[in-house]
Nanobody, 126 residues
Framework: EQLVESGGGLVQPGGSLRLSCTAS????????FAWYRQAPGKEREGVACISHGDFRTWFADPVRGRFTLSRDNAKKTVYLQVNNANSGDAATYYC????????????????????WGQGTQVTVSS
C-alpha cells in the first residue's frame, strides 16, 4: 500500500492551495482518509477526514469553514482544499488511510490510521 501527497508549497496569507493524496496498491475506495498536519515543535493533529461510502466529512475547529475535502475514487485521489490560509496552517500535511466508519474518531485518534504517506509541506508567508 502506498499514499503519495502532493500540492504543498508556499501560499500567501489569505491564499489557497490544493493538496492531493493518491493511493496505489490497495482498494482505496474501501478506505476512509484522513489529513493530519504537524508544525515544528507541535504534535501531529487531525484536520479533516472523509468516509469511504457516503463521503461524510469531519473538520477540526481551526479549519472548519476554510478547508474542504473531497475524493475521486476513479482517480484513487483525495483532495484537501486549503482556503484563506493563515500562519496556523503552516505544517507538514500527512495523508492516512483507515478502515473505520467514525470520521471524528479517525481525525482524533492518530492510531486509527492504518498507513501514512510521506507528507507534503505547506508554508504560509507573504
Amino acid at each position: 500500500e502506498q499514499l503519495v501527497e502532493s500540492g504543498g508549497g508556499l501560499v500567501q496569507p489569505g491564499g489557497s492551495l490544493r493538496l492531493s493524496c493518491t493511493a496505489s496498491g490497495f482498494n482505496s475506495e474501501n478506505y476512509a482518509f484522513a489529513w493530519y498536519r504537524q508544525a515544528p515543535g507541535k504534535e501531529r493533529e487531525g484536520v479533516a477526514c472523509i468516509s469511504h461510502g457516503d463521503f461524510r466529512t469531519w473538520f477540526a475547529d481551526p479549519v472548519r469553514g476554510r478547508f474542504t475535502l473531497s475524493r475521486d475514487n476513479a482517480k484513487k485521489t483525495v483532495y484537501l482544499q486549503v482556503n484563506n490560509a493563515n500562519s496556523g496552517d503552516a505544517a507538514t500535511y500527512y495523508c492516512g488511510a483507515a478502515m473505520v466508519n467514525n470520521m471524528y474518531r479517525l481525525c482524533l485518534l492518530e492510531g486509527s490510521v492504518d498507513f501514512w504517506g510521506q507528507g507534503t509541506q505547506v508554508t504560509v508567508s507573504s
